[in-house]
């Protein structure tokens, strides 16, 4: 899953990063699970607005008003990959938007529908012979009235398109062309070193020898409906939940 911010906006992420992670460290489940929800709230809003941004009546004109970008024109954007679990922020890449306009665009264009495809899998993910989780925190542990804010924030994202039509991606166009251009976005972006915070680490130079593949690793869970999807989590959540251990390089 991924999302684009405004530069003003990665900045004010960057500055808050570690204090909403001790926050989230310290809490309660209830607690971390509204984080986690709100945080949902914000990407979905800011991918559907992102993508608004770039429909035709926009024209050549960058970025129209919303929560992830600014009402003027802008040069740079961030482009971040999320935890498929967690929503969490992973790793983010600096765009220059001129250089990328195309691919930002088409990008723009299949955002939205991806991200109403890992929030079925965060919110309603149900593992087999295990205790089902939302956002990766146990549901019994959950309060039922945040199992159903959550519920019902799924239901008001899926009034227009169900999930079912969503995993078709030919259908939807999202085609195997854009999952390769995606593909060959991120190795350029790396292949220029254009990261810019992998996890609490946003140092340039501390990330040059750092990639994507080392701090996403592929889960295929089951979901509530006994569908399974594929999805990218975070290696530190997956440790968390009993998966593999990582170690920031340096």
Not at 35 to 46: D, E, F, G, H, V
Not at 59 to 79: F, H, M, N, Q, W
Not at 138 to 161: H, M, Q, R
Request: with cysteine; glycine share 4%; hydrophobic share 35%.
């Amino acid at each position: 899953m991924f999302d684009f911010l405004a530069e003003d906006r990665f900045k004010a992420s960057k500055r808050n990063y570690q204090s909403k992670d001790q926050a989230s460290s310290n809490g309660s489940v209830t607690k971390e699970f509204d984080m986690a929800l709100n945080r949902a709230k914000r990407i979905y809003q800011s991918c559907v607005e992102f993508a608004d941004s770039y429909s035709e009546n926009a024209g050549d004109a960058v970025y129209s008003a919303g929560d992830c970008l600014p009402r003027s024109k802008t040069e740079v954007i961030y482009l971040r990959l999320l935890c498929g679990w967690t929503l969490k922020p992973v790793v983010a890449y600096k765009i220059a938007v001129r250089s990328y306009s195309d691919t930002v665009k088409r990008l723009a264009n299949i955002s939205a529908d991806m991200c109403q495809v890992a929030m079925s899998v965060s919110i309603l993910w149900n593992t087999a012979g295990m205790v089902p989780r939302m956002f990766g925190y146990p549901v019994p542990e959950i309060p039922v009235d945040k199992v159903n804010d959550a519920k019902d924030f799924l239901e008001k994202i899926n009034e227009s398109t169900s999930i079912d039509e969503l995993r078709d991606y030919s259908e939807r166009g999202l085609t195997l062309e854009d999952l390769e251009l995606f593909n060959d976005f991120l190795i350029e972006l790396e292949n220029e070193s254009r990261m810019r915070q992998c996890f609490d680490v946003f140092n340039k130079e501390e990330l040059e020898d750092e990639s994507w593949v080392n701090v996403l690793k592929q889960e295929v869970v089951t979901l509530s409906n006994g569908t399974k999807q594929i999805t990218y989590v975070s290696v530190k959540e997956s440790e968390r939940l009993g998966g593999i251990s990582y170690t920031t390089k340096k």
